[in-house]
């Protein structure tokens, strides 16, 4: 029977109690890239919301790789240990703890969206990509990464990954899109390389390949674990999903559980159709219907739960992510559970008002 998005879904040893998910998203209030009672609150409030999968915003796996200072990291003991009671209190209402880890590159050392946004240029944070061309010209040119570079890096997502496990997470997304490091790798707008990480394919999604492998060793094959890809860079030249579709095919025999399906972020000129309800759908669904076994998850203006309902009832995705929906309303999930007629993602302690 096809399931709708109210049915569990298991991912090796876990499993989800809906197909509701909240999509990653920084919040930029970490001090010393340690989580605070904020994000404690903020979390665990979509958990009581009835959110299946809280996936923590975009943490950092070293100092220079934070999109700003005020995001979360996992380069220091102490950033485990913030993070505990986070995915504690996650679980502790049913839902499943997620956490994304990344690295900013060519786009790192930004000021906080409400002082501006804009590249702080501070000195002693060096801002590193896989050529020296700048996303724009405000922001820095990047360093280009040398091989030994790269092999170091590599190994800080692994920290990170054995981190976040320690942690208490019980699910783990790479952040491979939006023009942060990663996704500079796999873009040829922004990878002009020689050696072996640039120019074909298989080159340009190298450091993906060897981070999935550092972050399965030190995460482990029993829990989850997944990319967020930007499935086209929507500009001329760059990454299509015909690319990335081979991106999703490799991860798959690699051993990578889910793709999140986002878009964008390369370049700042890119034609990205954004404000268009489901515009990221047609990649979830493409995932589906050409990698086989891999989990899709869609997410981009998906605004209802009738929406989000009927892409898992036609097959288009395997999980719905919801960003700014949930930011309008962490009780969405509870309203969507009440249209669909099901009660059981109410938390017990509120029960009488449903
Ligand atoms: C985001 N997004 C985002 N994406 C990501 O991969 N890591 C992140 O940390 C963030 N941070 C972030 C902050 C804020 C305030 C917003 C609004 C968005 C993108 C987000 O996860 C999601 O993909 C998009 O917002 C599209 O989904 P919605 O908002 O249309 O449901």
Redesign the pocket.
Known sequence: MQPNLLTPLTIKSVTLPSRIGM????TYSAQDGMATDWHLVHLVSRAQGGVGLVLV??TAVSPEGRISPGDIGLWDPRQTKALVPIARGIAGEGAVPGI?IAHAGRKAGCAKPWDGGKPLHLSGWPILGPSPIAFDPTYPTPSALTVAEIKQLVKSFGTSAAMAREAGFKLLEI?G??GYLIHSFLSPLSNQRQDEYGGTLENRMRILTEIVAVCQSRWGMDLPLGV?LSMSDWAPGGLTLAETLQVTQVLREAGVDFVDC?SGGAVPHAQIPGNEPLYQLPFAKAVKQTVLGIKSMA????RTPAEANQIIQEGSADVVL????L?RDPYWALRAAQELGDSRLVPKQYRRAF
């Open positions: 999509s990653p998203m920084c915003e975009a994304q952040h899109a939006h967020r986002s997410v981009g203006m998906i919801l960003g700014r929906a930011l």
